[in-house]
C-alpha cells in the first residue's frame, strides 16, 4: 500500500541552529531517502519551498480568489512529502519514526487512495 509522508516544520527549531547543522539535515535526509530506496519503499519525495511562495486559490460560490501564503493559523508548515510503499500503516510509521526531520518536525503519515472514475 502507498502512504504519504507529510512533512511539517516549525521555522523556529531551525533558527537557533548553525549553517553546519541545518545542511546536516539536508544530507541526513539524503541519507534516508538512499536507504528507503535501499529497502525497496522509496517511491517519490520532494522539499518545498517556503510558504511565503505559496498561493491559495479558492472558487467558492463560483468567484476566483487568491490569498498569499497558505491558509494555516499553526506555527509549523507543510515543507515537504514523501511517497512510500509499505505492507501496512505500522511499517510506514516506523519508516517515518526514522526520518531525520521527524525530531524537529512532524510526521503525518496518511494512507493513498485511489480515485476512479464512475461511468454511468
Known amino acids: 500500500m502507498k502512504y504519504m509522508f507529510l512533512i ?13 547543522e541545518r545542511d546536516g539535515f539536508g544530507n541526513a535526509m539524503l541519507d534516508y531517502d538512499d536507504e528507503l530506496r535501499a529497502s525497496g519503499n522509496y517511491l517519490f519525495s520532494e ?3 517556503m510558504p511565503n511562495e505559496a498561493i491559495t486559490v479558492r472558487t467558492w ?6 490569498t498569499d501564503g497558505p491558509f494555516a493559523e499553526t506555527k509549523e ?3 515537504g512529502f514523501h511517497i512510500i510503499e509499505a505492507r501496512d500503516l505500522n511499517e510506514a510509521v516506523a519508516l517515518a ?3 531525520p526531520l521527524a525530531r ?3 510526521i503525518e503519515v496518511r494512507p493513498v487512495g485511489h ?3 464512475i461511468e454511468k
Open 8 to 20: 511539517y516544520l516549525d521555522d523556529a527549531k531551525f533558527a537557533p541552529m548553525s549553517q553546519d
Open 47 to 49: 522539499p518545498l519551498k
Open 61 to 66: 460560490d463560483g468567484t476566483l480568489s487568491t
Open 77 to 79: 508548515h507543510l515543507s
Open 97 to 99: 519514526a526514522r526520518m
Open 104 to 106: 524537529v518536525g512532524s
Open 115 to 117: 480515485l476512479e472514475r
